[in-house]
């Protein structure tokens, strides 16, 4: 069996064949990091897996990151505290087994209002609606490229402050009071264009667009900055959408792309098992260009 990939569209995303998660060899796990780090998210369909498989699998990129102690509480998949459940179904006693619901998620990467926000994130998909729930990426390196110079030497300077007060289905975090005022919500300042840490590639880091806010800037101000960037970083040709089959494990950088997720028919159910990779680093200011 050798690894082979296929780009899923120029800016974002490939799919690669050839490789059982179940056993990987730690050659094929080079092989497969190599193409992450170049198309930052990766596809891999009909893995046969179980729960401890996918642990060893996710552990191989680091150590991993306990499910969020959210205000419906922790969502660990049943002896595997490491593991998250993303679902719609609800136990015996009414309560959701997972998080999330059944709705649309926004263009988000996860949980950045830390200051060491995961590096990466993976979704296997356990059971699946008959429509809907696709989940899109969006690839922050092709969005600042794809920028005119003026507006990348003005975002270069700046910080945003990623809200810490609502999780991507829009529900309140634990501990956190509710507000929509961006420039008093809690979050965490980073610089808007940054480094890969790991190859250096300039990419932005833009968080989530609610309570977003550029930091010395007017509200009024801030919001326009914010939906002019908004509008470059979730432009069609940066953006890859992924249709869920049984059995796919999804693979994506939280430092180089956003994701968002389609809302899904309420009587059907959507289930997925996700591992996520605690931080490692410091979302860290890019180089200014150098220009002639
Ligand atoms: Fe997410």
């Keep these: 069996m050798s690894i082979a990939y296929t780009p899923i569209t120029p800016a974002i995303g490939a799919r690669v064949e050839g490789v059982s998660l179940s056993n990987i060899t730690a050659g094929d796990f080079e092989r497969l990091y190599a193409i992450w780090q170049r198309h930052h998210?990766?596809?891999?369909?009909?893995?046969?897996l179980t729960n401890p498989q996918f642990e060893r699998f996710?552990?191989?990129?680091?150590?991993?990151?306990?499910?969020?102690?959210?205000?419906?509480?922790?969502k660990s998949v049943p002896g595997h505290p490491n593991l998250y459940v993303v679902s719609n179904r609800k136990d015996g006693t009414g309560e959701p087994i997972g998080a999330l619901g059944d709705g649309e998620a926004q263009w988000h990467?996860?949980?950045?209002y830390l200051a060491r926000p995961p590096f990466a994130s993976m979704l296997w998909s356990i059971e699946l609606p008959d429509a809907g729930g696709d989940t899109?990426?969006?690839?922050?390196?092709?969005?600042?490229?794809?920028?005119?110079q003026q507006l990348v030497e003005r975002i270069e300077r700046i910080m945003i402050k990623h809200d810490g007060t609502y999780d991507s289905g829009g529900n309140v975090r634990k501990g956190v009071t509710p507000t929509d005022d961006p420039m008093h919500s809690p979050g965490t300042p980073h610089p808007v264009v940054i480094e890969q840490p790991e190859t250096r590639e300039r990419t932005l880091y833009l968080g989530r667009r609610r309570n977003a806010y550029i930091p010395g800037l007017s509200l009024q101000d801030s919001e326009a900055l914010l939906d002019e960037i908004w509008g470059y970083a979730t432009a069609p040709q940066v953006t890859m959408r992924h249709q869920w089959r049984l059995g796919d494990v999804v693979l994506w950088n939280n430092?180089?792309?956003?994701?968002?997720?389609?809302?899904?028919?309420?009587?059907?159910?959507?289930?997925?098992?996700?591992?996520?990779?605690?931080?490692?680093?410091?979302?860290?200011?890019a180089a200014q260009e150098e220009r002639a």
Excluded at 58 to 74: I, K, T, Y
Excluded at 276 to 284: A, C
């Design 41 to 48: 998210v990766i596809v891999l369909r009909n893995q046969e």
């Design 58 to 74: 996710s552990a191989m990129l680091g150590e991993l990151d306990p499910p969020p102690n959210q205000g419906a509480g922790r």
């Design 109 to 112: 990467t996860d949980m950045s």
């Design 136 to 148: 899109c990426f969006a690839s922050m390196p092709a969005a600042l490229r794809s920028m005119p």
């Design 255 to 285: 430092f180089t792309t956003m994701h968002r997720r389609d809302a899904f028919p309420a009587d059907q159910f959507r289930t997925l098992h996700r591992s996520q990779i605690k931080g490692k680093y410091v979302p860290t200011a």
